[in-house]
């Protein structure tokens, strides 16, 4: 027993009980008031990171935009001309489809419409998004300006890009419903 006592896995008994003054000292948080938790400091180095990754595309944008011939970025450039051709297209097939299509040529003539209001709404959008100026000073703050609407707007313009890809499907297959009903004779023999 007395080998017990003596271990320090065991308190002795005769232990005084500490006092609520020095208990509350002693156990206060000693920490520095500067010090944070892991998950604390890592939020904060995530935002940090995700602010420069913000920033470096929002320079990378301004510099496209100040470059480019046409003042807007390549991305734009292709989407917009893409755009354009298809409701060119569009309108192309339209004008040769005939009275008799049925069916699939309502669908193909519906299609048209919603591209070209699609192909409207896009452009009105695209250029809204082109850096203008006289001298190399306003291009650049033009710049700057368009970078900050395009972040704003980048998610409208994916749904646009999205929907005239769409449009585009379904009129494929609608071109090739077509094709199948002007090739094939009403009534086999």
């Known amino acids: 027993m007395q080998h017990l006592e003596a271990s320090n896995h065991f308190p002795r008994k005769s232990r005084q009980p500490e006092s609520e003054v020095y208990r509350s000292v002693t156990t206060k948080d000693s920490r520095n008031s500067s010090d944070m938790d892991p998950l604390s400091a890592l939020a904060v180095a995530a935002a940090v990171v995700q602010f420069a990754d913000f920033g470096f595309r929002l320079i990378r944008s301004a510099h496209e935009l100040y470059k480019s011939p046409s003042g807007q970025r390549s991305k734009y450039v292709e989407l917009s001309t893409v755009s354009q051709d ?59 300006r368009i970078a900050f609407r395009q972040v704003a707007a980048a998610g409208d313009i994916e749904k646009l890009a999205g929907r005239l890809s769409q449009i ?17 004779p009403l009534h086999p023999s």
Do not use: H, P
Not at 101 to 124: I, K
Not at 129 to 140: D, H, M, N, V
Not at 168 to 184: H, I, K, S
């Open 86 to 144: 298809l409701s060119r297209l569009a309108d192309g097939v339209k004008a040769k489809l005939t009275e008799n299509q049925g069916s699939a040529g309502e669908v193909f003539l519906r299609l048209c419409r919603e591209c070209a209001s699609t192909n409207d709404e896009l452009q009105g959008m695209l250029d809204k998004l082109r850096a203008q100026g006289s001298t190399k000073i306003a291009l650049a703050a033009d710049g700057w």
């Open 168 to 184: 585009r499907q379904q009129m494929n297959v609608t071109l090739l419903y077509l094709l199948l009903l002007v090739n094939t």
